[in-house]
């Protein structure tokens, strides 16, 4: 195996992860809505996620592990998908919101400060900020 095919498939592995990570939160509630449907089409391409993995992950979104970056920066990313797709129903049910931070802590998160950062980027979210003011807003939030 070629020395490039090490970091090329670390991460597509990665992006699997994170995106098993977001279908995990749209099934919390039991179901896929048509919503969830556009939005989780929209990431897997994102993602670059082939269409076998995209069937192989929502048949069991458990297979793959949620693999944490090590930027703080890059967790705030994950966790602004992983907040977006609770919120793209308009519907955050209590399920929804215990497997948000249940990733919040996957995500590596404290669990002492993991529900601030759930609500805040919960409501940051409600109000359809961009990723850059969504950025900004958590990584200065104590400031």
Request: glycine share 4%.
């Amino acid at each position: 195996m070629p020395f490039s095919e090490l970091f090329d498939n670390e991460f597509k592995q990665r992006n699997r992860g994170h995106f098993s990570a977001i279908v995990r939160v749209a099934f919390a509630d039991g179901k896929i809505s048509k919503e969830e449907q556009e939005f989780l089409d929209k990431i897997a391409s994102t993602l670059q996620i082939s269409e076998d993995e995209y069937k192989e992950i929502l048949a069991d979104p458990w297979k793959h592990p949620i693999n944490p970056p090590y930027l703080y920066t890059q967790r705030l990313e994950r966790l602004y998908d992983l907040a977006r797709m609770v919120h793209v129903d308009h519907h955050l049910g209590d399920l929804q919101e215990v497997m948000l931070t249940r990733m919040g802590l996957a995500l590596g998160f404290t669990p002492g400060n993991v529900n601030y950062i759930i609500r805040k980027a919960l409501s940051l979210v409600d109000k359809k900020v961009d990723l850059d003011t969504f950025l900004f807003e958590m990584e200065n939030m104590n400031k």
